[in-house]
């Protein structure tokens, strides 16, 4: 399967916007919100890092994510 990848200008749109997961994705479970805070290019465009708001966690855990996946998976709050 193809990922598809965001432009420059729409990953760095993301940057700063708050999400939560509506299914378990990525070892989160479903409801989880988090922050986008970066984008980094890859092949074939550029995918965002969102950061998870895990309290029992010692370090917040981060994941890259796909313009598919966050259009699948996410939703902006």
Known sequence: MERIRF???EAGEKVG???KSMAEFA???KGTTGLVV???E???GFDVEV???QPDRLRPLRDW???DEYEQKLTEV
């Open 51 to 53: 950061e998870w708001e």
């Open 65 to 67: 994510v796909t313009k």
């Open 38 to 40: 970066g984008a980094e």
């Open 27 to 29: 070892g989160v479970p």
């Open 7 to 9: 432009t420059a200008e």
């Open 42 to 44: 890859a092949p074939g």
């Open 17 to 19: 916007r708050r999400v």
